[in-house]
């Protein structure tokens, strides 16, 4: 073999070493129903439109399910990282390359429909005795910044919100949106009727995908173009149906 043909050879060898180990990695977190994980597979709303635009692109990137803040730490410091679902905020604009948004929601606090002190106003949330939320995330920080003091932050999942309100352990929960609390409201056979939305619009913004910075513009663009493909042909919004007739409870 002649001597330019080994060193032609090593650099291919070298290259596509060089091009996998700088792989794209998609990470997301268990908030369902946009993704979580069901039957040891990661699924969900924008898990699906996430696999969508992947097919149209032609890209096939790993995808991990992660606790809360591992992930958003991994899409912090690993580079070519993508995560999804995530509100698109003022504090992380710059933090981040957008593809977006996906869908609109609002989050607002829940308490049992038989309570005996209905909550109504935003005074009287305030002056609650407890309000529960995940430990960590955009809930409790939020929460806090609108002057909230009378909060517990002991649960690590969403699915801990609806047992600890429906064992008496907290009055008032905080975490979902209303297509959340429909999914766990079928998850944990809570019968309709059992929650009471509190007219109090805590959050309202739109769920992104983010690039961490160092991400190719050429790719951010593709999956742009992608996702716009997906919402002109209807895809988007087959899926978002899709999920919503699951998320709703039985009547």
């Known amino acids: 073999m002649k001597y330019s043909t080994v060193i032609s050879t090593l650099a291919f060898l070298l290259l596509s070493t060089s091009l996998r180990a700088e792989q794209y ?4 977190e268990e908030w369902a129903p946009y993704n979580y994980e069901e039957n040891n597979q990661i699924t969900g709303m924008t898990t ?13 990137f790993d995808l991990v399910l992660l606790p809360s803040m591992r992930g958003s730490r991994t899409l912090s410091v690993r580079p070519k990282t993508i995560f999804y679902s995530m509100f698109r905020t003022q504090e992380r604009e710059a933090l981040y390359k957008w593809v977006g948004p996906i ?5 607002y606090p829940y308490q049992l429909a038989f309570a005996q002190e209905p909550v109504n106003t935003l005074q009287q949330l305030l ?3 407890r309000i529960t939320t995940r430990h960590a995330g955009l809930m409790p ?3 806090r910044s609108l002057g909230f003091t009378n909060l517990d ?3 690590t999942h969403n699915r801990q919100l609806y047992r600890m309100l429906l064992a008496g352990r907290t009055g008032i929960i905080v975490g979902d949106t209303a297509a959340g609390v429909a999914h ?3 998850k944990l056979s809570i019968a309709p009727g059992t929650l009471r939305q509190i007219p109090i619009e805590i959050y309202r913004s739109s769920l992104y995908i983010a690039f961490s910075l160092d991400s190719e513009g050429e790719v951010v663009a593709a999956w742009a173009s992608a ?9 988007v919004e087959r899926i978002k149906r899709r999920y919503e007739m699951v998320s709703s409870p039985a009547p």
């Not at 996702?227 to 895809?235: F, K, W």
């Open 141 to 143: 920080d939020l929460l």
């Open 184 to 186: 766990y409201s079928r």
């Open 153 to 155: 932050t002991s649960a």
């Open 227 to 235: 996702l716009e493909q997906l919402r002109q042909s209807g895809e």
């Open 127 to 129: 002056s609650a005795p």
């Open 48 to 60: 699906e439109i996430v696999r969508a635009i992947m097919a149209v692109t032609g890209d096939n």
């Open 103 to 107: 869908v609109e929601e609002s989050i």
């Open 25 to 28: 990695q998609i990470v997301t």
